[in-house]
Antibody, heavy 119, light 108 residues
Framework: QVQLVQSGAEVKKPGASVKVSCKAS????????INWVRQATGQGLEWMGW????????GYAQKFQGRVTMTRNTSISTAYMELSSLRSEDTAVYYC????????????WGQGTLVTVSS | EIVMTQSPATLSVSPGERATLSCRAS??????LAWYQQKPGQAPRLLIY???TRATGIPARFSGGGSGTEFTLTITSLQSEDFAVYYC??????????FGQGTKLEIK
């Protein structure tokens, strides 16, 4: 079965960077786009961007452009999301999610990674 | 950017009754809309895509409707496990996406 397993919780200081990983299994990693979505405590879902694991092509929400980088290592079926210049407002649970086709929602989700930004 | 607005913010319904949740887009998204359910401490779960197509394993009591700018998610015969937060998501400019702010469905 399809699984997305994310790395563990992180605590970072303001101004630092964080890199979250998302390891895929149960399907061919290069077949499905990987998206990243975050959720601050008690708040809604916020889409951050997408990556095509086959080509490495990416697209980022305007809010995060210049601060987020999405990459992958196809040899270990793992996607990464790095967010830089962290501030307290970036404290949230970060999810990776994939879609099994174009023009549909996100069928599969990781378990989420809590990133806390605090001095 | 397309803005998605959900209403109401909170909906109180009794078990066994019907719930209807709304989602409005700031411009037409055709039928490029999905619905998700999220329970506390869990990742969201895809319910509906293409505005009206149930995702794999989703019970028939969940149905989606609408197109263009107005959409609904209807849940008939509410079960205890259906009380959660529901989000709509548009993907008209795939592969970019926007979520609504969510509707909390609570027990009356």
């Amino acid at each position: 079965q399809v699984q997305l397993v994310q790395s563990g919780a992180e605590v970072k200081k303001p101004g630092a960077s964080v890199k979250v990983s998302c390891k895929a299994s149960g399907y061919t990693f290069t077949s499905y786009d990987i998206n990243w979505v975050r959720q601050a405590t008690g708040q809604g879902l916020e889409w951050m961007g997408w990556m095509n694991p086959n080509s490495g092509n990416t697209g980022y929400a305007q809010k995060f452009q210049g601060r987020v980088t999405m990459t992958r290592n196809t040899s270990i079926s793992t996607a990464y999301m790095e967010l830089s210049s962290l501030r307290s407002e970036d404290t949230a649970v970060y999810y990776c999610a994939s879609s099994s086709g174009s023009y549909r929602g996100f069928d599969y989700w990781g378990q989420g990674t809590l990133v806390t930004v605090s001095s | 950017e397309i803005v998605m607005t959900q209403s109401p913010a909170t909906l109180s319904v009794s078990p066994g009754e019907r719930a209807t949740l709304s989602c409005r887009a700031s411009q037409s998204v055709s039928s490029n809309l999905a619905w998700y359910q999220q329970k506390p401490g869990q990742a969201p779960r895809l319910l509906i895509y293409g505005a009206a197509t149930r995702a794999t394993g989703i019970p028939a009591r969940f149905s989606g409707g609408g197109s263009g700018t107005e959409f609904t998610l209807t849940i008939t015969s509410l079960q205890s496990e259906d009380f959660a937060v529901y989000y709509c998501q548009q993907y008209n400019n795939w592969p970019t996406y926007t979520f609504g702010q969510g509707t909390k469905l609570e027990i009356k």
